[in-house]
């Protein structure tokens, strides 16, 4: 029951964090005008504003002009709503849900602006400092010591990286690690070791496809790979450093 409450509303947020996707890196507001088609400029009418429903519903097509929606949109409040739900399932305390879904609100968003915009918010990363802080020290506060040792190891980490190749990494980047920090505690070591192996393997990819010459001068977004670091965490990040220290500690 839980986890359909969490789903229902995790898919609610993911409507809310396309609204964040587009506007932010506009530098528009997040609350006015309301949602409206971005061809014919139609506010759009509550329930057609159902998510993943009225995109289906509406095979996929402004309701007053017939512009094609992008499936983003569904996609990205399905997403959102599979990962609230998984994180209700996986977490059993108040902490570890409130965390798990706070940082699901703060990479969704990062890894979208990031791969089309090239840029992570400071807005983003603020409100995502700020919600950590305020969630640790609600609810765990001796723990909030640790998380804050993780997310200057994370962030620092990131910033050697990103001072020793600068066209590799952005400073968005380093701060969204931080922040990842302040969410996940230790096992932000196993997000940001899973973030830089799939980028690895993604540039591998590329230089393999265009061309050692061409594939190095590719730009490729590192946010995502962040993103994608910080949700397995999220689910094995515990596990992962629990095996870790364990057999090779």
Not at 8 to 26: E, K, T
Not at 33 to 60: E, M, Q, W
Not at 157 to 184: I, R
Not at 229 to 242: K, P, Q, S, T
């Amino acid at each position: 029951m839980e986890a359909t409450f969490a789903g229902v509303l995790g898919a609610i947020f993911g409507s809310f964090l396309n609204v964040v996707a587009y506007r932010l890196p506009r530098h528009e507001s997040l609350l006015s005008p309301a949602s409206h088609c971005p061809s014919c400029g139609t506010p759009v009418k509550p329930y057609d504003n159902i998510p993943i429903v009225s995109f289906l519903l509406l095979r996929g097509h402004c309701r007053s002009c017939a512009a094609t929606i992008s499936p983003r949109y569904p996609l990205v409040e399905g997403l959102t709503a599979v990962l609230c739900a998984g994180a209700v399932l996986a977490h059993s305390s108040a902490l570890g849900i409130s965390l798990s879904i706070g940082l699901i609100l703060i990479v969704v968003p990062a890894a979208l602006i990031d791969l089309e915009h090239r840029i992570i918010p400071n807005t983003l990363t603020a409100l995502g400092a700020v919600a950590a802080l305020a969630i640790g020290l609600a609810l765990d506060p001796s723990g909030e010591p640790q998380r804050l040792i993780a997310a200057a190891c994370a962030g620092g980490f990131l910033l050697l990286a990103a001072l020793a190749y600068p066209g590799g990494m952005g400073m968005g980047d380093v701060k969204l690690a931080g922040v990842m920090g302040l969410f996940l505690g230790r096992a932000v070591a196993p997000a940001i070791l899973i973030a830089l192996l799939v980028g690895v393997l993604v540039g591998a990819l590329i230089i393999a496809r265009k061309g050692a010459q061409e594939g190095r001068k590719t730009a490729i977004p590192f946010g995502p790979f962040l993103a994608l670091g910080a949700v397995v965490a999220m689910f094995l990040g515990e596990d992962i450093v629990h095996l870790y220290t364990q057999h090779f500690l």
